[in-house]
Structures are given as C-alpha cells and as structure tokens.
C-alpha cells in the first residue's frame, strides 16, 4: 500500500492543485477530455474513451491538467474568449480574510484601547486605525521613511531576529505557554496539531478562557513572529496595548520566515489564469513563504 501511495504522491503537483488549483485552468482541461471521450465513444471506440476518461480524470485531479502546457495558453484563451470575470465573481456577503492574515496577538485586545481611546469617545470601531498605528511606528523611530517606501529600524530588526530565534525552536505546547505567561489578554491556549493541521500548517488558538466561540487562530510562524515582535519593541517603552496594535502590520517589514526560516516573497492568492482557487474570495496581495508556503500578511484591498 505504501508503495502505491509513493507513486500517487510523487504523480502529485501541488503548485497546480489543491489551494493553487486553476479553476479556469481545471474547466479548460475537462471540457477538452469531455470532448475527446465523446467523439471515441460516438466512433464506437468504448474501451478506449473510458481509458481516456480514467487517464485524463486522474491526472486533473492529481497534477491539475492533462494537456501539455495549459499554464502557458490557458491564460491566453480565456482573455480571448472574455470570461475572465466568470472566474473572478465573488459574494461581497462573504467574510474576507482580516487584513494580514489569519489572526493576530492583537485580536485578544480592543484595538481602540491600544490607540488610547475610552468607552466613552464614542462609537467603536470594529478595526484598528491603520494611520494612527503608523504615526505611532513613525514617531517611536521604529518604522523610518525609505524613500516613498518604509523601512523598519535595523536595531528594532536586530532585536526582533533575536526574538524569533529564542521562540521558534520551541515545540507549539510550550510556544502557546509562552503566550499565555507574556501576555495577560491571553489566559488559554490550545494547540490544534493533527493530520489536518499537518497538511495546512500548525495553528495555535488563543482566548480569554471564554470556550471556542471567543477564540481567534493564529499560525505558528505568526504566533512566533508576533510575540517576538512585541518582546522586541519593550525597548521603546511602549505600552503593551500600542505594541499588541503594532504586532500584525509589523509583519510586512519580514524577509523570513519566523518559523523554518525561508525566504519571505510577495505573491497573489489569484492562479496563473486570474482564476482564484474558490471564485467566491478576491484576489489578495500576500506575503507568503518560500519554503513552507505559510502566509505572512495579507495587504488590504484596494477596491
């Protein structure tokens, strides 16, 4: 059995399946095979249409096509035939990703408290501030203008890299202890690490001890890029509401990642066709890994 699942998982292409599968891609690839075992089977030619089915079957759903080359025209055939936005729909009900990426320390705080406002100045927002977390970055000299970019301070870089590495070589019980100890928000943590986990990245949840329904998730690369982060920035003796605030867009200034230690690059949620794995999400702007393919941030749409 084992050599059987040797031979399927080295069949297998996980840029082209999966989470990465093209839709557009994926419908081109049926409709040709479609059309290929109906014109056999029309010319009485049965068993070989259903060997064409089986083969072409497989190897859309193991490698994402079965007709060479299809990344390289597909693109080109559905901007001719226009149905880009087919694949591009999506529900504007649908919850979208928070910007940067599946949770952060900073969901266990009332993100108006960090910016130093009181029950009583009003309204709450639901979402931070961005601007006033930023000026407070600026003003603090942890963030420095770079030109028409920004550029984060090299000794809070410094700092933060030590962080990391004194976090990342622990195990994720003892990474969730870490959070709880460090930070009071925090009073309860779990670890989700199993089969599931394994495939899609090891997750620890969070909360304030109020059961499931209160908890947010956070990855381990961003569990251990966070809390370094608000380690790190104890140097500018910033309260800990401000830098729980500061912990998730700090993630943008990474170059690695805080877990294995790849190399941090801007992607895009959308597939090589402008197709999107599920049509009901938009395409994001992200900061994912290199080596194990985890997000990192995810850059506010611009709509």
Same mark, same amino acid.
């Given at each position: 059995?084992?050599?059987?699942?040797?031979?399927?998982?080295? &069949?297998? /292409?996980?840029?082209?399946?999966?989470?990465? /599968?093209?839709?557009?891609?994926? =419908?081109?690839?049926?409709?040709?095979?479609?059309?290929?075992? !109906?014109?056999?089977?029309? +010319?009485?030619?049965?068993?070989?249409?259903?060997?064409?089915?089986?083969?072409?079957?497989?190897?859309?759903?193991?490698?994402?096509?079965?007709?060479?080359? %299809?990344?390289?025209?597909?693109? @080109?055939?559905?901007?001719?035939?226009?149905?880009?936005?087919?694949?591009? !729909? @999506?529900?504007? +009900?649908?919850?979208?990703?928070?910007?940067?990426?599946?949770?952060?320390? $900073?969901?266990?705080?009332?993100?108006?408290? !960090?910016?130093?406002?009181?029950?009583?100045?009003?309204?709450?927002?639901?979402?931070?501030?961005?601007? =006033?977390?930023? %000026?407070?970055?600026?003003?603090?000299?942890?963030? +420095?203008?770079? $030109? *028409?970019?920004?550029?984060?301070? #090299?000794?809070? /870089? *410094?700092?933060? @890299? =030590?962080?990391?590495?004194?976090?990342?070589?622990?195990?994720?019980?003892?990474?969730?202890?870490?959070? *709880?100890?460090?930070?009071? %928000?925090?009073?309860?943590?779990?670890?989700?690490d199993d089969e599931r986990a394994e495939r899609e990245g090891r997750w620890i949840a969070f909360g304030?001890?109020?059961?499931?329904?209160?908890?947010?998730?956070?990855? @381990? #690369?961003? !569990?251990?890029?966070?809390?370094?982060?608000? +380690?790190?920035?104890?140097?500018?003796?910033?309260?800990?509401?401000?830098? &729980?605030?500061?912990? /998730?867009?700090?993630?943008?200034?990474?170059s690695t990642c805080p877990d294995c230690g790849g190399r941090v690059e801007a992607s895009t949620t959308?597939?090589?066709?402008?197709?999107?794995?599920?049509?009901?999400?938009?395409?994001?702007?992200?900061?994912?890994? %290199?080596?194990?393919?985890?997000?990192?941030?995810?850059?506010?749409?611009?709509?």
């Amino acid at each position: 059995m084992s050599a059987i699942a040797d031979v399927l998982d080295k &069949l297998r /292409r996980p840029a082209s399946t999966g989470a990465n /599968r093209c839709l557009p891609c994926t =419908a081109l690839n049926l409709g040709v095979l479609a059309a290929g075992v !109906a014109a056999l089977a029309y +010319r009485k030619r049965r068993f070989t249409a259903l060997a064409l089915a089986a083969s072409g079957a497989s190897a859309i759903w193991f490698r994402g096509y079965f007709v060479p080359y %299809t990344p390289r025209f597909a693109p @080109r055939l559905v901007a001719a035939l226009g149905v880009e936005e087919f694949f591009h !729909a @999506r529900d504007e +009900r649908d919850a979208y990703e928070t910007p940067g990426g599946p949770g952060s320390i $900073g969901d266990s705080y009332d993100p108006q408290d !960090a910016l130093g406002r009181s029950p009583d100045d009003g309204e709450r927002d639901t979402e931070p501030d961005g601007d =006033a977390v930023l %000026t407070m970055l600026l003003e603090s000299g942890i963030v +420095r203008p770079d $030109g *028409e970019d920004l550029s984060l301070a #090299p000794e809070v /870089r *410094e700092d933060w @890299r =030590a962080e990391i590495d004194s976090l990342n070589s622990l195990a994720s019980p003892a990474l969730g202890a870490e959070l *709880e100890a460090s930070l009071p %928000t925090i009073t309860e943590t779990r670890v989700i690490d199993d089969e599931r986990a394994e495939r899609e990245g090891r997750w620890i949840a969070f909360g304030d001890g109020g059961g499931i329904a209160s908890e947010s998730w956070l990855s @381990r #690369p961003i !569990a251990i890029g966070e809390l370094a982060a608000i +380690r790190a920035l104890e140097a500018f003796d910033l309260p800990l509401e401000t830098r &729980l605030a500061a912990a /998730r867009p700090l993630r943008m200034f990474l170059s690695t990642c805080p877990d294995c230690g790849g190399r941090v690059e801007a992607s895009t949620t959308a597939t090589c066709c402008g197709g999107l794995a599920s049509p009901r999400q938009g395409p994001q702007d992200v900061l994912a890994c %290199t080596g194990c393919n985890e997000r990192l941030f995810t850059f506010p749409r611009v709509d």
